[in-house]
């Protein structure tokens, strides 16, 4: 089975700043990647799709990178609206797996 | 709209049977890889099980094969996932969850509510 790893778990950050997640494979899973933002209480929302393709509707100040085993998800310049957590998602196989989490708090 | 709704969902004792549906609208629910998708309290996302578009292919998470099985109606477009078995880690919100392009799994684009499911005695 595929294991995803992301990092940081947690991450503080301001209003403007940079925010970079990364996720690793366990093997190489081409650019089968996806990342989503989810807030307390709520389902997920599909942010990126195969690895840097933005999915309609979300703010280009995300955006995805990465091929084979590396990944990251970098928010340019974070609005009081993204503090949330944040998943990565393999769908390299028929199955799938998701990253633990990273949650970005306000510093 | 195009839209997911889960439900049956419930308080179950270890051991028993839950059967959680989801019922799909909006679009051609016929065409698409549909999955389920759990959350335990407090913790991250867990992919549990999918199927392709007639439902002849299936697949599992380690941790429920033997115990869940899931099946779609694409009559009634709907998605089921029967649990025997249930064990206090099934605690969980249970999503359903689409594959974004027709005929393939994917990433995820559309999401149910979540159905919460508690297994205690």
């Known amino acids: 089975d595929i294991q995803m790893t992301q990092s940081p778990s947690t991450l503080s950050a301001s209003v403007g700043d940079r925010v970079t997640i990364t996720c690793r494979a366990s093997?190489?899973?081409?650019?089968?990647l996806a990342w989503y933002q989810q807030k307390p209480g709520r389902a997920p929302k599909l942010l990126i799709y195969?690895?840097?393709s933005l999915e309609s509707g979300v703010p280009s100040r995300f955006s995805g990178s990465g091929s084979g085993t590396e990944f990251t998800l970098t928010i340019s310049s974070l609005q009081p609206d993204d503090f949330a957590t944040y998943y990565c998602h393999q769908y390299n196989t028929y199955s799938g797996t998701f990253g633990q989490g990273t949650k970005v708090e306000i510093k | 709209e195009v839209q997911l709704v889960e439900s049956g969902g419930g308080l179950v004792q270890p051991g028993g049977s839950l059967r959680l549906s989801c019922a799909a609208s909006?679009?051609?629910?016929?065409?698409?890889?549909m999955s389920w998708v759990r959350q335990a309290p407090g913790k991250g996302l867990e992919w549990v099980a999918n199927?392709?578009?007639?439902?002849?292919?299936?697949y599992y998470v380690d941790s429920v094969k033997g115990r869940f099985t899931v099946s779609r109606d694409n009559a009634k477009k709907s998605l089921y996932l029967q649990m025997n078995t249930l064990r206090a880690e099934d605690t969980a919100v249970y999503y359903c969850?689409?594959?974004?392009?027709?005929?393939?799994?994917?990433?995820?684009?559309?999401w149910g509510q979540g159905t919460m499911v508690i297994v205690s005695s």
């Open positions: 093997q190489s899973i081409n650019s089968w």
């Open positions: 195969k690895a840097s």
């Open positions: 909006g679009f051609i629910f016929s065409n698409f890889w």
């Open positions: 199927t392709e578009q007639d439902g002849s292919e299936k």
């Open positions: 969850a689409r594959a974004r392009v027709a005929g393939t799994n994917g990433a995820f684009d559309i």
